[in-house]
């Protein structure tokens, strides 16, 4: 093979091995070297023993300064120069922005992946802008670009961020269905046990959830709720280890922290919730479905692309405790039969639309 090197670029290692673990096997499988760029982090041991190496990267994702930025794309520049790439895979906004730049000058292809518009993009400011003007920058710059809903495919058309003729849909990172089965589902009986997995931080919804679900306790005093995932401190809508820890006081939220395999939580789980205020394509919700958990989400991008209002779920509106509460003892109420058929039709929709091969096959694709 003249040139099998491939260069995979994320804003940190946990999403590289969580979302395109079986990504880089599939590559290696074809007999690629397959270089991981991230900035170090409780992942990077586990995602160096699966790819060809990894190479971190020094710089955080909430940073505004300037300096720091050009740093990143001079790494990213000489990076690309000596490792004379195939293709670079770039995914995340810092990622795909400067990585398009230094591919740019280096010369080499570049496929970006906007798994989302991100928190940034969701709040009138600065940022805002000049994120909005870079994407101006690079549009003719990647030799295609993949999103993951057809808001953002719109917006971002609609607004020139990319260029119309190299941009698809693609269905996020998809999802095993053989590895999230519904048979081990383990609910033992247990009637409206609530879960909610991601990231802990404001723009999930996490703070009207909370209050959503100490509403639901007047109804429902036994009602539990399981948070799984972490916060993000570097994200523009955080929350304070201390903050979330007050919030959840109440002694049938109980909070896990990240894990690395959900299974087990969703197995146990009556139903699944995602208040989001705006989403790529969730791959929490996928797995749910693969699960055959019935779900609640919100009425925005990304989450209305996989759950239709009282078709395979519920959709309440964003940042609404009240919608989240209505949705909530809705769900809890509806027959076990419509309930089963949500289920049913959530599980046949990731096996038609959203399994990892058909990522996983597009990828290679371009390669």
Not at 99 to 115: D, E, M, P, Q
Not at 311 to 331: F, R, T
């Amino acid at each position: 093979m003249k040139n099998n090197k491939i260069i995979l670029n994320a804003n940190s290692c946990r999403y590289l091995l969580n979302f395109r673990q079986n990504s880089i096997k599939a590559l290696i499988l074809k007999g690629y070297e397959v270089y991981c760029l991230a900035p170090a982090d409780e992942s990077s041991e586990e995602l160096s023993a699966i790819c060809t190496k990894f190479l971190p990267i020094n710089y955080k994702k909430s940073s505004k300064n300037p300096f720091n930025e050009l740093k990143i794309f001079v790494n990213f520049f000489w990076i690309f120069l000596r490792l004379d790439p195939k293709v670079i895979f770039n995914f995340t906004i810092k990622n795909n922005i400067y990585g398009s730049l230094a591919g740019f000058f280096t010369g080499k292809k570049v496929v970006n992946n906007i798994t989302g518009l991100g928190s940034a993009m969701l709040r009138p400011g600065v940022t805002k802008i000049i994120i909005f003007l870079l994407y101006k920058l690079i549009k003719n710059i990647p030799h295609h670009t993949f999103c993951q809903n057809n808001d953002d495919l719109k917006y971002l058309r609609d607004n020139g961020l990319v260029n119309a003729s190299s941009v698809s849909l693609l269905p996020g990172s998809g999802v095993d269905s053989q590895f999230f089965h519904p048979k081990y589902k383990n609910v033992k009986g247990e009637s409206c046990r609530f879960i909610f997995v991601g990231r802990i931080i404001k723009d999930k919804g996490f703070l009207e959830l909370i209050h959503a679900f100490n509403k639901l306790q007047d109804d429902f005093p036994n009602a539990k709720l399981d948070i799984v995932g972490s916060v993000d401190s570097l994200n523009p809508s955080s929350l304070s280890q201390g903050e979330v820890e007050k919030l959840c006081k109440n002694r049938n939220i109980t909070l896990y922290g990240q894990q690395k395999d959900v299974r087990d939580f969703l197995s146990r789980a009556n139903y699944f919730v995602l208040p989001s205020y705006r989403e790529g394509l969730p791959r929490s919700i996928l797995e749910a479905m693969a699960m055959e958990v019935p779900i609640i989400a919100t009425n925005v991008p990304g989450c209305r692309e996989l759950i239709t209002d009282n078709d395979n779920g519920l959709l309440c509106e964003p940042i609404s405790v009240n919608s989240l509460y209505d949705a909530m003892i809705k769900m809890i109420n509806l027959s076990d039969d419509v309930k089963m058929q949500f289920v049913k039709k959530s599980r046949e929709l990731v096996c038609k639309n959203f399994e990892e091969k058909i990522v996983i096959d597009e990828l290679l694709s371009l390669v």
